[in-house]
């Protein structure tokens, strides 16, 4: 009877320890969902795009104050992508709170990761992340992508000086811009986000 009553009180300490486990709140959910693939979560997805921009445009505003207090969104992210488009860029710094609950979130998406080996991922084979890659508007980048992906090849660092050249088009399309904040940015927040 007393070991019965121990797992009894383990159990009901474990279901209210998971029951006030608070959940993310999304902080961008009034803003239109820019993203309209299958394969993952919408609203998260959503929600990943919007505070990765955020994030950068904050660090980058930030970098020099007041010499960059006027910086557009726009120069921010191009300042973002000369070194994160090379895995470069400063993660440990630029990540806000909210994209490390993101991430945290992200990281349960088994479908869009691909976590063997030494380094975490995108999986570029997956529904959504296919999705992204027939939508990008830029067609030059889109044909260099898709094949890439039918050879396996992919890699943000192999594709670093296309996107580079194309800042403002990745800027302006928001799955060009889905494509980066994963592949340039969350993929390697999976790497230093415990």
């Known amino acids: ?25 999304y902080k961008y959910k009034d803003k239109p969902m820019l993203v309209t693939c299958t394969g ?15 994030d950068i445009t904050v660090y980058y505003r930030n970098i020099d104050a007041p010499l960059n207090e006027g910086l557009s969104a726009q120069e921010a992210y191009a300042n973002y992508i000369y070194k994160g488009a090379n895995g470069e860029a400063d993660y440990a710094n630029i990540v806000s709170d909210h994209s490390r609950k993101i991430i945290k979130e992200l990281k349960k998406d088994k479908r869009i990761w691909n976590m063997e080996g030494a380094y975490s991922n995108l999986n570029y084979s997956s529904e959504f992340v296919t999705c992204l890659f027939s939508k990008i508007r830029k067609k030059e980048f889109r044909v260099t992508i898709q094949s890439l992906q039918e050879i396996n090849s992919v890699s943000p660092k192999l594709l670093a000086d296309r996107i580079r050249v194309s800042t403002r088009d990745a800027f302006e399309d928001p799955n060009f811009g889905m494509y980066i904040a994963l592949d340039t940015y969350y993929q390697y927040l999976l790497d230093i986000e415990p």
């Open 40 to 54: 993952a979560d919408a609203q998260l997805m959503s929600e990943a795009l919007y505070s990765f921009f955020d």
């Open 1 to 25: 009877m007393n070991k019965l009553k121990q797992i009894l009180i383990l159990i009901t300490i474990f279901i209210f320890v998971t029951a006030c486990e608070k959940s993310m709140v």
